[in-house]
């Protein structure tokens, strides 16, 4: 059973009956257009894949699409 339907989920009311609750982590997306001539440091250090970089409640993912474009997400945790 797959079910990626959001927070508020129809499917996960079938298998479970918990509740989903903030945690403190919210996410913002952002996409760079044009990378390796406007963002090239970024672009280089992402390459075609992925990158990871995780601190002290905060983070940074990104990828490239498949346009040539980075999306990235930037995550705060808050107190």
Do not use: N
């Amino acid at each position: 059973l797959i079910g990626a339907d959001g927070a508020w989920s129809r499917v996960r009311t079938l298998v479970s009956d918990a509740k989903p609750a903030y945690t403190g982590i919210s996410f913002v997306e952002t996409d760079l257009h044009e990378p390796d001539v406007r963002h090239p440091g970024p672009a280089a250090m992402i390459g075609g894949g992925f990158f990871i970089c995780l601190g002290e409640q905060r983070g940074f993912l990104a990828h490239r699409e498949t346009d040539g474009s980075l999306h990235v997400y930037t995550a705060l945790k808050s107190d």
